[in-house]
């Protein structure tokens, strides 16, 4: 079987070959006429059409709302020429949106029956903004009910397939943002993050995740529990920044956002070119299960990438013990607050093991809350202290690989345990720890382990340094490209091949 194209290729000059270009790439296209916003968008659908039956990634598809909208693009651009760039720089580029994040006139389910037939009147900013830019939503992708698991499983559809191996799980909870982009449709995704959910399925497919700092794009309605953070999902850092500059800064109904505009710019080359030498520390893992050796082996080589740029690697000893016990009380005790008794109808119609989570919240007390804050807050003050040290952290993005598609996370976690709390999501502590922190970290595709799954490196940056963290994974991108790996439809389905 003959590979196929790497059509990310700058040459590329249909819209058959366009899937997998960066924004830069088709925005030049579009300028000089050898691609149309309609023509990728329909290309963009027809990706769609052939991946979905396998992947799961979709709850919602805006087919021709999208279609519309990038038929407005074309107009906008015959009509203006290089005028329709003025304050849209995302103008006809495709995005998807995760279903946690409301989108007005699109069926917005949280991924739970509760919500099925929910169609929300307003954008959140951030997709507001998507679209101010000229962006084109054109689907809502598939998430654990509510965001609660590092994976993409619910009881609205099947769960989202690792499109490298479809018996295995895209993780979560940003599952159908991660396989929907690994794949190629769009140029990127939005995903949200409250303890790993945009960085593990970034790692578990092979493509780019970042959480920016607390607050810095707004999170709306407010994360009350100061955990979630609302980011990019992408193919290339690049690409991850122009998302990322769009969606940021301050909006009222976020006050966590406050004073947080202006820092974060598009051009990563710029800001790579900039970059002094860091001081870089390295960590095999920070507790939880063991990590699998192969993945540990493939993201260190990527962090010698790094050190071969000239900047200082120093292996350290983990250095915060493990924050999961505030972790899952700070989790459950507000899962439980949005779930406050078993209310006749409803209850049967959440999923069964999230169920046990939100009756372990149930059952704290407002002293193991003031506990699980205390903690955080000394975690943050050992961070702040630790980053005086080091300019960035690096360590694999997650510790074992992608788990059996069914569920909710590897063995032998499995929901709670039996007199101590739900377990969930305790194999993931170098994601999740960092959402306590709420720093900057970014997952990018350090390599594919010997059965030829992504392993992610997970570069980790000083509270609202989100820039220096996106340009040390621009440094690694290039020292280092990624782009020609990506799932073959082909390698699973040889029938398309003749189409």
Known sequence: ?????????????????????????????????????????????????RWEPDIGA??????ERATAEARAADRLLHREGPGAWRGRPLLGMPVTVKDLTATEGIRTTRGSLLNAHTV???????????????????????????????????????????????????????????????VGIGVGATGTDGAGSIRVPAAFCGVVGFKPSLGRVPYVPQSAEELSHLGPLTRTVGDAAELLAVMAGFDADDPLSFGLSGEVGADTDAAADRL????????????????????VAVARRAVEELAARGHHVEGIEPPFEDPYPAL???????EAAAHPHD???????LDQDRLEVVRH????????????????????????????RYDLLAMPTVGVGPFAAERHAPPPASGARPGGPPDWLAWAPEAYT??????????????????GLPVGLQLVGPLHQDTRVLAAARQLEQSAPWHHWYPRLAARRPEEETT
């Not at 819209?15 to 963009?44: C, H, K, M, N, W």
């Open 434 to 451: 960092f959402n306590l922190t709420g720093q900057p970290a970014v997952s990018v595709p350090a390599g594919l382990t010997p059965a």
């Open 276 to 295: 002094p030498r860091l001081r870089i520390g390295w960590i095999r893992s920070l507790g939880g299960p063991g990590p699998d050796p192969a993945i």
């Open 58 to 63: 979709f709850l919602t598809v805006a087919r």
């Open 343 to 349: 209310e006749p109808g409803s209850t049967g119609l």
């Open 361 to 388: 919240g149930r059952g704290l007390s407002a002293a193991a809350l003031a506990r699980a804050y205390e903690c955080r807050a000394l975690l943050r003050a050992r961070s702040l202290a630790l980053m005086a």
């Open 120 to 182: 929300p009147d307003r954008d959140a900013p951030a997709v507001a903004r998507l679209r101010a830019a000229g962006a084109i939503v054109v689907g809502k992708t598939n998430t654990s009910e509510g965001g609660w698991s590092a994976a993409g499983k619910n009881r609205l559809q099947g769960p989202t397939r690792n499109p490298w191996d479809l018996s295995r799980s895209s993780g979560g909870s940003s599952a159908g943002a991660a396989a929907s982009v690994a």
């Open 1 to 49: 079987m003959p590979p196929e194209t790497d059509v990310r290729d700058p040459g590329a000059r249909t819209a058959r070959d366009a899937p997998f270009a960066d924004i830069r790439t088709l925005r030049a296209r579009y300028r000089d006429g050898s691609l149309l916003p309609s023509e990728f968008v329909a290309a963009t659908f027809r990706l769609l059409d």
């Open 328 to 334: 899952v009380t700070i989790l459950a005790g507000w």
